[in-house]
């Protein structure tokens, strides 16, 4: 057989796999599959180079199934090669397995997960990036759908990939012409999309995405410019069963068995070609390895810091000793301070621009080769990566997010660069880890902490400076909590966090001279919170508590705290409970009740002592 | 005097209010007011038609600051204009003043907040519609930066523009070069923004941005080829003062006393030009007049059903009564349902493709034009666009937003398709309603409950089909909840929503059957929630409440209650606690613990009863 016959064959076969998968589920996505059946026989079986024992080795060229919602192909490919036992496609989408109905890294050949579409691009960037820096010659092969293609982080990760010029990186667009309710936009006018990647910076490809010859022709031509390339495959959605090519309304819908039956007819018997000697090895690649842990010596600070000048401080310090960490900025590292890393380690640092999509995307693809991409903007602007911040959760992803400017303290930008919601964007994700610093001892040792940490972890910073409260060696691990002030005789707790803390010992100071004695709880790990300390700690103080935060009400410390107090105490919760304005950041704390005069006021009410 | 003298005397004014301004206020971007100050002086001085008297005027020509950190220059720009007093200039930034860091609609000229950047353009995109839709000559100008063109968002809508057609949009890009921490991607390279625009489809003209006469030529030649325009603006940030022209490093910072001096040296004395005589009106133009409310008769449903697909039925019906409805959809309308409505009303219908931040943040410009827009998407994707919604909420925006397929009950799909964490995003947002519909006849009054509150309001719908549980003509209004199982003898209460709500009753009954009485309440408003219902129905309880809800841990409706019942009562809370997965709904609800077996247990257990 020649080598198009032998990637007609095994096609063919990738394409049966699906039909019969989706049917025994009796969900997925078929057509879609069968559109890209050709271009993943390309791939999997001549293009790329793995080694099918070692889904980490170096050398491995990295693929994305942008468009998650043709895992089935996927699962089917990976049986083809040899990585997982064909009886295993059997249970797709059943609980017991982990062949999900769209890619986790459950599995462990996906690298992160995908299913919102129209990430993939910004995580082979990561990716890609992660292969240079490296100094690896694998290559990465995102294969993207039509449909996705509307979605900004495409453009984002396209601009951010013709900047760095990663012609390691192959894009593959599957344009099938239909999208799940509608024809897509473009349909197939091809040159639509060669106009948009070629103004992007890319080098450009178009093939009849089911002629497997002219498939090789083109993959066999990507990087030769030294740009990244995208190949832009015209395709059938359905191709290969005549009763759904082209059709719309076929978009997430199996085929029902009588149906299956007659495509299966159509397509003809499973063809015999033994699909897992096509693959490829690649040249042997040592990798970098990457030490576990690291520490490093604190900054001498002698007065009052601004927590994201310590961020900035600490990352800096953290890149000496961790040559696995890496940054990625969205055009604002001069706010944040990753500003501080970018002069001391430039090769290892990424400019996103105003991209905070791609920034976190990257991010991910970074952490899936192993470094330890330490991510930062504006809390405020993590809102525009929520969904990428998501599926990093899904991906177990090691990324490390700051977010800098947090809550009305920012004072006179305003409402739109405030962060007061970026704690129940981070709280809800299971095994998220949320540090908030109170000084700049506790934000350098958050870092540390974080760097240590194997999972994500989200680290929120303040913009104006706020005193020295603790030593500089003292230890913040993740969980913890610190008691500030105590007595045997405290008539609240006052719980605070951040720009709070110094408040609330304020308060502790102003009440004092009133002979009201109260504790105070530095919840700098918001999550996981210290349920037994902060359970404790109210506890021995009458079973009052006043939470005090600069977030809005729903999702932050406070609900937390009620939460683990629910029939162990009273929380009266201070919070930005309006929507806030310009003004300076200690007026704004007066006016939306975060201040010290507002704690010492709650504790007084809640104490009966006014 | 020429009209070019003219102009350029007031870009003078801009300048020097913006300039004094920020150095008064402290802060500030007073660089980027300088490269707009001609731009600036063009629109609002020559090209834009609109009534002084009136920012509602439907005959205005709609402007849109989608850099929004340039608002001192249109602060400068309505004052000079005769919108605003001269004087209110000097309280920039002021907590008393409704000039703020950033725009915002506390002026009622400013359409929609800005300041989160890649924004202005969707919104600018939505106002175009709607002044189509209103069969308005009336245009809409967006002033672009160039450093956001980076955001994916503005390709989004330059793409959604140019599908529309939207020759009434003209976006300007003052292309400065400079970025916050570091010069733009392309800095003064305007062919490469000429071909991202054009390839996007636009119309494009480039001009120096400060050269008065080629920017009215550009400007004369909008709209003329039937297709959106952007005028690509050539532009020195810091323009008129020497020692900051051109200079990385004065993004975000205002002259020092000295420093201004010295700038307003170089610039020389106030013009004496009355730039309000220069204002042009616009030919009158009546817009539509829209109902305030509007009902519509429920849908005679027979047998379970699922709730999105009673929001569809009810959009559809709510459209036939209520002419300021519009629906804008992401590629999923066949699964939210939304498709009911763009079949019966396809003029008022807009599909945003698969971008879901163009989708939200069109439908905050259609708001702003008065349409009342419904937006759905899957609830897991409107995490895509969280900074959009965090935007509208500080636009006090009008817009109705749906996310489907909530929780792990869709079923196979898998983690990336599931919206678990959506009322995290909506909870935190002060004055947004949110309502969690159970049953068929429950969402359709929730859709039109939504259609007639003033503000945003999340609709949360469901993907299985679900038991009908109220009589067709019950009404859900905001802010309340359903007894639906009471004794006077409760043991507990049950807190559910959507679909735990059958979960809820059929754990009270088996709990019945072992001689345990529960309470049921449905709280389908999570926000407002009623406090004082569920702190009563908790109360005359046992003070022990199980809240059970298909939503991560942090964020949703536990919390919401036990911050309620804090210090009233004991809550135990089931919720989705790790990272889920592919399989059946059952399964599933099974497996993460929020079936009616699990609502047993807890019960029990917090009873003793075990």
Known sequence: MTKTEILEQIAGKLRIHSLKMTTRAGSGHPTTCLSAADLMACLFFNEMRYNVNDPVDWANDEFVLSKGHAAPILWAAYAEAGILPLESLRDLREIGCDLEGHPTPRIKWVKTAT????????????????????????????????????????????????????????????????????????????????????????????????????????????????????????????????????????????????????????????????????????????????????????????????????????????????????????????????????????????????????????????????????????????????????????SFSNIKLCGSHVGVSIGEDGPSQMGLEDLSIFRPIPGCAILYPSDAFSAEACVEAAANHRGMVYIRTTRPATPLVYPPDEAFPIGGSKVLRKSDHDAAAVIAAGVTVPEALKACDALADEGIAVRVIDAYSVKPLDEDGIRRGVGEAGRLAVVVEDHFEAGGLGEAVAQVLSGEGRVKHLCIRELPRSGKAGELMEMFGISAAHIVKAVKELCGRM
Chains 1, 2 share one sequence.
């Open 115 to 394: 299913g919102s579409l129209g990430q993939g691009l910004s995580v082979g960037v990561g990716i890609a990036a992660a292969q240079r820096l490296a100094k690896s010659p694998a290559r990465t092969f995102v294969l993207m759908g039509d449909g996705e293609c509307a979605e900004g982080s495409v453009w984002e990760a396209a601009n951010s990939a013709a900047n760095l010029k990663l012609k390691n990186l192959c894009a593959i667009v599957d344009i099938n012409r239909l999208g799940q309710s509608d024809p897509t936009m473009h349909q197939h006018d091809i040159k639509a999309y060669a106009r948009k990647f070629r103004a992007f910076g890319w080098d450009v490809f178009a093939v009849d995405g089911h002629r497997i010859d002219k498939i090789l022709v083109a993959l066999g031509a990507i990087g030769k410019k030294g740009l990244p390339t995208v190949i832009l495959a015209r395709t059938i959605k359905g191709k290969g069963v005549s009763f759904i090519e082209d059709k719309n309304g076929w978009h997430g819908r199996p085929l029902k068995p009588e149906e299956l039956e007659k495509a299966l007819q159509e397509i003809g018997p499973m063809p015999h070609v033994e699909s897992w000697k096509y693959v490829r090895k690649p040249r042997a690649f040592k990798g970098p390895k990457f030490p576990a842990k690291a520490t490093f010596a604190r900054t001498a600070y002698k007065d009052k810091t601004a927590t994201r000048l310590a961020y900035g401080n600490a990352l800096a310090a953290l890149g000496k000793a961790h040559p696995a960490v890496v940054a990625v900025d969205g055009d604002v590292k001069n706010s944040t301070y990753a500003d501080k890393f970018f002069e001391a380690f430039p090769e290892r640092s990424f400019q996103s621009y105003i991209a905070e999509q791609n920034m976190v995307g990257m991010g991910m693809g970074l952490a899936a080769k192993g470094f330890v991409p330490f991510i930062a903007t504006f809390a405020a602007f993590l809102t525009r990566a929520h969904d990428q911040v998501r599926m990093a959760a899904y």
